[in-house]
Antibody, heavy 121, light 107 residues
Framework: QVQLQESGPGLVKPSETLSLTCTVS????????WAWIRQPPGKGLEYIGY???????NYDPSLRRRVSLSVDTSKSQFSLKLTSVTAADTAIYFC???????????????WGQGTLVTVSS | VIWVTQSPPLLSASTGDTVTISCRMS??????IAWYQQKSGKAPKLLIS???NLQSGVPPRFRGSGSGTDFTLTISDLQSEDFATYYC?????????FGQGTKLEIK
């Protein structure tokens, strides 16, 4: 079955760029949308955005000015970049597949295990 | 933006009890709601989609209901493995949004 695995630095300095990659195994990126969700410590889930297999993106309005998602189908990977980070961006970052057709994505399933990113000097 | 209000934030119950978690949407979403279970240190797990469709492998003691703006997740005959945090999520329109979560703890 499809499995997702996040990777990237666990510590980022304030004002710098957070970069994460999600590697997909057991399935193709084609015809699906691929998402990032984050969870600040002890808090709830926050939608960040998604990228489809053609590179079309959708971002949460609160992060739109700072976030960029991309996809590399040849490597079965998709990536997140978040610029000008602050302590408020400290969170567990999850990648996930959006079910349904790329033209009408639906729920998040499956999810990666998540990776904690701490913003601190 | 569709705002999601989930209640209660904390629910104390005993094994064998039946509990209900509610989500209210700021506008109608037909049945475009999913429910997730998250255990400590783990990723959320999809339980229910399209309001009431149980995912494969999810026990039938989990039941989703509702349409429009008001939805409920009912868990009957609580088992020890059910104590976790539950989230609802609307996928009617972007940005997709989650409820604040309900932590189900052992009384």
């Amino acid at each position: 079955q499809v499995q997702l695995q996040e990777s990237g630095p666990g510590l980022v300095k304030p004002s710098e760029t957070l970069s994460l990659t999600c590697t997909v195994s057991g399935g193709s990126l084609t015809n699906f949308c691929w998402a990032w969700i984050r969870q600040p410590p002890g808090k709830g889930l926050e939608y960040i955005g998604y990228v489809d297999d053609s590179g079309r993106t959708n971002y949460d309005p609160s992060l739109r000015r700072r976030v960029s998602l991309s996809v590399d189908t040849s490597k079965s990977q998709f990536s997140l970049k978040l610029t000008s980070v602050t302590a408020a961006d400290t969170a567990i970052y999850f990648c996930a597949r959006l079910s349904g057709e790329a033209s009408r994505p639906e729920w998040f399933d499956p999810w990666g295990q998540g990776t904690l990113v701490t913003v601190s000097s | 933006v569709i705002w999601v209000t989930q209640s209660p934030p904390l629910l104390s119950a005993s094994t064998g009890d039946t509990v209900t978690i509610s989500c209210r949407m700021s506008q109608g979403i037909t049945s475009y709601i999913a429910w997730y279970q998250q255990k400590s240190g783990k990723a959320p797990k999809l339980l229910i989609s399209v309001g009431s469709n149980l995912q494969s492998g999810v026990p039938p003691r989990f039941r989703g209901s509702g349409s429009g703006t008001d939805f409920t997740l009912t868990i009957s005959d609580l088992q020890s493995e059910d104590f976790a945090t539950y989230y609802c999520q609307q996928y009617y329109s972007f940005p997709y949004s989650f409820g604040q979560g309900t932590k189900l703890e052992i009384k």
